[in-house]
T-cell receptor, first 117, second 111 residues
Framework: GAVVSQHPSWVICKSGTSVKIECRSL??????MFWYRQFPKQSLMLMAT?????????EQGVEKDKFLINHASLTLSTLTVTSAHPEDSSFYIC?????????????FGDGTRLSIL | QKEVEQNSGPLSVPEGAIASLNCTYS??????FFWYRQYSGKSPELIMF????GDKEDGRFTAQLNKASQYVSLLIRDSQPSDSATYLC???????????FGDGTTLTVKP
């Protein structure tokens, strides 16, 4: 149980393109979803937290107009990187959690490797 | 001081040995504690979680929590080369809040 599906796995696109990444919880209702970014050999960096039906809460230093997050349903959240540039190239990972019961762990998707040329 | 601290390693153990991974946290009000394993180039996967003081065992893995000392550890018995990965400790203060992740400890199990 607790499967989180993330698509696409890899994206290569030109500078200036907008890229959408989908994150789905397949067998549970994800009341809270998280988006992380990770550069090679570095730590996970939380970008934002989203609750279903609410606006996402962004971490300090993360541009909300550049990284658009939508959590429209209990099973789907999307991250759109708008007008992506080479410095946005990274490993983006979503994570989902069901908060109906207290203390539930968060489960991670397989991640999306984004390369901007 | 970081909220969640882990030795970066690398920690190297021979195959079959016990690997001990440690994590300390600064917020005494923390309630939930999680261990994740992350293979190189992959996303983290949940290994165990613990909420109460004491030990929790799952197969070859044992999580130990000591809230008075603000310390949580993960023991891996009969370590295998396939256990070689980075282990992330995560701590959460409230049931609905976000977790704070440590930077991870890299474990290498040598055949």
């Amino acid at each position: 149980g607790a499967v989180v599906s993330q698509h696409p796995s890899w994206v290569i696109c030109k500078s200036g393109t907008s890229v959408k990444i989908e994150c789905r919880s397949l067998d549970f209702q994800a009341t809270t979803m998280f988006w992380y970014r990770q550069f090679p050999k570095q730590s996970l960096m939380l970008m934002a937290t989203s609750n279903e039906g609410s606006k996402a809460t962004y971490e300090q230093g993360v541009e909300k107009d550049k990284f658009l997050i939508n959590h429209a349903s209990l099973t789907l959240s999307t991250l759109t990187v708008t007008s992506a540039h080479p410095e946005d190239s990274s490993f983006y990972i979503c994570s989902a959690r069901a908060d109906r019961e207290a203390g539930q762990p968060q489960h991670f998707g397989d991640g999306t490797r984004l390369s901007i040329l | 001081q970081k909220e969640v601290e882990q030795n970066s390693g690398p920690l190297s153990v021979p195959e079959g040995a016990i690997a001990s991974l440690n994590c300390t946290y600064s917020d005494r009000g923390s309630q939930s504690f999680f261990w994740y394993r992350q293979y190189s180039g992959k996303s983290p996967e949940l290994i165990m979680f613990i909420y109460s003081n004491g030990d929790k065992e799952d197969g070859r893995f044992t999580a130990q929590l000591n809230k008075a000392s603000q310390y949580v550890s993960l023991l891996i018995r009969d370590s295998q080369p396939s256990d070689s990965a980075t282990y992330l400790c995560a701590v959460r203060k409230t049931n609905a809040g976000k977790s704070t992740f440590g930077d991870g400890t890299t474990l290498t199990v040598k055949p």
